[in-house]
């Protein structure tokens, strides 16, 4: 006899004593067919908790041999709530276990088949029976018998129960006279996949079968004399699921699929649509609506035209193939289980495994009743999704793939006139074709929806009392109402309009530890080596130019941007507190400019997008600075140096009588020397702006075009990129870089920032090679500054580099805006993703919402 156990679950086995259950389970241990660990009995757990596996009261006077039955009463009761405990946590991560008890009264299978159906694992029993006599003769020589009158109190409870144990809910009940001819065989896990030469993910296809081809046919596929679609490096592709209803080839589609996944060519996971479908076609009372109906056209359509017998044969076929269409796949890359598809979401508790409760919610996702059209009201699942696993999943139109917090969908509507998409695996490449019309029908297109409600305003009652955002590269920053109230009355009276506010750029954080040289703060080698010491083998240094950070969103044109964020503009230019660069006359003059510019060299038609948003530095300082060069630096300078010209200028007239006063005289030279060299310092980043090309605009990174953002370019891509818009444009400036890739460069980059700071040049901002860096799972910072020892005067006083002062400096504590840092590096890609994507204005300013939240948090300024 064969029996067949699943790859997980609980394995019942049921017998009286001595029916040969853990003799059986001892062979297939030593066999290697199963492990040690799989198997859990009474017998051990009594040990486990008592040291006592055995209990004999035979024979005994009967207050003896009852106060012994209470004691291994007490025991069993510990016993299997121990092992119990153990199998629930086994079925919660989903391994087989093979449980060695009686299991002859019905409540003990009854609490397994519970626990069971609780976790969603399978359950079966290995029923052993052995006649009476048998029974007996083996207790008699066993080292610790059971009792004739034991045993043959348990076979009369056997013999009852046997026939009820088919009826229980158990999933399959094998009953073994022989233990000597079983055979047992494992089932492998139905739901995993080995990724090996790649699998292609298609969004939902809805019945567009043109499309699903032209994707085919992009992605490779070529079709065979069968008209099979194959792929040269033996890739396979894998239906997120819907691939019929409410577009023109749904009976068309499904064919292919049923054609391909019969061939092994192919897989089709379970939607809501197909299971409609199938019980439909199972002959139930189900009414087609939803574009459901066109699959009954459809077949009424192919029944007068092949006949009814081709028909129902279709029908029987399809109806059994979605019946049997699992509710979700695991595609495993090197043995590990690395993406999980499944159609409307999935939790992660349901991961690989399988059961009427998973196969609903994978059908239609989290839920929340139904709105005022009759639609369900779906609840964002993937906010509990914690694992590093990707959830690839559609049934939820969006324009664009939308990644939030490891999910991916990947349902672009192409049966609303959208896109069908397909996802590269192990590659992670998104693929896509346009759909040439909408094939739906429906007045309540959901792209068009979610087009017209993106740039709803954000509801402020969401944030007010606190709230976090799901960013890809950091995980989940919150951010409390302390912080948040103060940036929301920010943004409600001083900010542009939240629709052009795409970003903030992230703070910069000096090198994480002071230079060791005796006369420097800051030091480029203690930058160079924070990234050494993390594997980051290339760097680039930028020159820091001395202004304030502005962000640039140019548009191609007027219906370019009331495109993508409802307003008719060439464009914004604003400040990292997200206030208005410019007064608004000058800044339409800059714009107009710009966007002149930029036409002139054909860059937006070149590279195909409605609009380019770039981080950059806008000089003269003077430009934003006016009133703290003025009112502190500037008054500063010209007091210290008017009272320490004076206070020489006694001390020298005193020092004619009294020697000992000439160290004084030198020391307030040297003093007079720091405030003259401070106002050097700052007077040489201000100048006057009478025309246009008086203002200096250094364009660092490109973050994002319409189509696409660029943050996989690494940051020598990016200083190039400058200096291509320094030739586009008479207000764009290139910016002096250098490559560190050795210890030549290394020298020659620390030489070169000894240089320009010497004349007083801010200093320099070293990067890693590419835009996100990590280390050991973990984000690097993005950027350090390494400021020169002059610039800093006007950061920590005049007087800084005195030995004392330098001394205290030294211990400053990076370790906050370092984090901040990240959190707001983090935040500002997540928000450009989610613009670029199409997502709402709602869940682009929450992430705006937070960096500027994050300001409010108290660092030290002079970092």
């Not at 939803?290 to 029944?303: A, M, R, S, T």
């Not at 703070?507 to 080698?525: A, D, I, K, W, Y």
């Not at 680039?540 to 044109?557: N, P, Q």
């Not at 370019?560 to 400040?575: N, W």
Request: proline share 4%; net charge negative; aromatic share 10%.
């Amino acid at each position: 006899m064969r029996i067949s156990v699943p790859h997980a679950g609980i394995v019942l086995l049921v017998g009286p004593s001595n029916s040969g259950k853990t003799t059986l389970l001892e062979k297939w241990k030593d066999e290697l067919i199963i492990a040690p660990s799989e198997v859990v009995s009474s017998d051990q757990f009594r040990a486990l908790v008592s040291d006592k596996e055995f209990m004999d009261w035979r024979n005994m006077p009967k207050e003896e041999a009852d106060i012994l039955f209470d004691e291994y009463s007490l025991i069993s009761k510990e016993a299997f709530t121990m092992m119990d405990s153990m199998i629930r946590t086994r079925c919660r991560l989903n391994k087989l276990t093979f449980v060695d008890a009686t299991h002859l009264q019905p409540d003990d299978r009854k609490r397994y088949i519970a626990m069971a159906r609780e976790n969603h694992v399978p359950i079966i029993s290995i029923v052993l029976d052995v006649p009476e006599k048998v029974l007996l003769e083996r207790d008699e020589q066993r080292e610790n018998p059971r009792g004739k009158r034991r045993v043959k109190q348990q076979y009369q409870v056997f013999t009852r129960e046997k026939r009820f144990m088919k009826k229980e809910g158990i999933r399959s009940v094998y009953f073994v006279k022989e233990i000597d001819q079983l055979e047992l065989t494992r089932r492998s896990h139905p739901l995993e996949l080995e990724a090996d030469a790649g699998i292609d993910i298609i969004g939902d296809i809805h019945g567009c079968y043109d499309q699903l081809i032209e994707l085919l046919e992009k992605l490779g596929y070529k079709k065979d004399d069968e008209d099979s679609y194959l792929h040269p490096d033996g890739r396979k592709f894998l239906s997120i699921g819907d691939v019929m209803s409410r577009g023109p080839g749904s009976l068309k589609s499904m064919m292919f699929f049923y054609r391909h996944v019969q061939k092994g060519l192919a897989y089709m996971i379970d939607t809501n649509h197909g299971w409609k479908i199938a019980r439909w076609l199972d002959g139930r009372k189900v009414t087609l609506s939803h574009g459901d109906e066109k699959v009954e056209q459809e077949f009424l359509q192919y029944e007068e035209e092949n006949g009814a017998e081709a028909a129902e044969e279709w029908k029987s076929k399809l109806k059994e193939f979605l019946l049997q269409a699992p509710s979700h796949y695991i595609l495993k890359k090197n043995g590990i289980p690395a993406v999980v598809c499944a159609h409307a979401g999935i939790k992660d508790e349901f991961i690989g495994k399988q059961s009427p409760e998973i196969s609903d919610y994978c059908r239609y996702g989290d839920t929340d009743g139904f709105d005022e059209k009759g639609k369900p009201v779906r609840k964002d699942w993937f906010i509990g999704h914690s694992t590093s696993q990707l959830i690839v999943w559609g049934h939820d139109p969006k324009p664009q793939p939308l990644k939030i917090n490891n999910s991916l969908n990947i349902d672009q509507g192409v049966v609303f006139g959208g896109k069908l998409t397909a996802f590269r695996y192990p590659e992670k490449q998104i693929v896509s074709v346009q759909a040439q019309e909408d094939y739906s029908g429906v007045s309540d297109n959901p792209l068009r929806e979610w087009e017209k409600n993106r740039l709803n305003q954000p509801n402020i009652g969401k944030f007010l009392n606190g709230y976090s955002v799901l960013t890809e590269e950091f995980g989940e920053v919150a951010v409390p109402a302390e912080t948040v109230k103060p940036a929301i009355d920010a943004v409600s009276h001083h900010t542009i309009p939240i629709e052009q506010l795409l970003y903030i750029p992230p703070t910069m954080s000096p090198t994480p530890v002071p230079s060791n040289l005796e006369h420097f703060l800051e030091h480029p080698q203690e930058a160079i080596n924070y990234y050494r010491s993390n594997g980051i083998g290339k760097m680039v240094a930028e020159k820091k130019h001395m202004g304030s950070r502005g962000i640039l969103l140019l548009f191609r044109d007027l219906e370019a941007a009331k495109k993508h964020v409802g307003i008719e503009t060439l464009g914004v230019i604003y400040t990292r507190t997200g206030r208005r660069f410019f007064e608004k006359d000058l800044e339409e003059e800059i714009i107009r400019k710009l966007n002149e510019d930029l036409h002139r060299h054909d860059y937006f038609c070149s590279n195909q997008t409605d609009y380019v948003l770039l981080d950059a530095e806008i000089m003269p300082w003077n430009l934003k600075a006016k009133e703290l060069i003025s009112n502190q630096y500037a008054h500063v300078a010209e007091n210290a140096i008017m009272d320490r010209s004076m206070m020489i200028e006694k001390l020298t007239e005193a020092a004619k009588d009294k020697q000992d006063l000439a160290a004084w005289v030198d020391e307030y030279k040297g003093k007079l020397s720091n405030a003259k060299e401070f106002a050097e310092v700052f007077q040489g980043y201000c100048w006057d702006v009478v025309t246009l090309d008086d203002i200096q605009i250094a364009p660092f990174h490109v973050l994002a075009h319409s189509s696409r953002t660029f943050f996989d370019e690494t940051h020598e891509w990016h200083m190039k990129m400058n200096h291509q818009f320094a030739l586009y444009s008479s207000l764009f400036v290139a910016t002096e870089y250098k490559v560190i890739d050795s210890p030549a460069s290394e020298a020659e980059v620390i030489e070169w920032w000894e240089e320009m700071t010497k004349d007083g040049h801010e200093g320099i901002v070293i990067k890693p090679e590419r835009y996100i860096s990590r280390s050991r799972g973990q984000l690097l910072q993005p950027a350090i500054k390494v400021r020169g020892s002059k610039y800093l005067k006007i950061i920590y006083g005049m007087d800084y580099l005195h030995p004392e002062n330098l001394k205290r400096l030294k211990k400053r504590n990076t370790g906050k805006k370092q984090k901040l840092a990240l959190k707001e590096f983090a935040l500002g890609i997540e928000g450009i993703r989610r613009f670029v994507n199409g997502e709402s204005i709602e869940r682009v300013h929450e992430c705006v919402l937070a960096t500027l939240a994050m300001e409010q948090d108290a660092v030290d300024p002079r970092l």
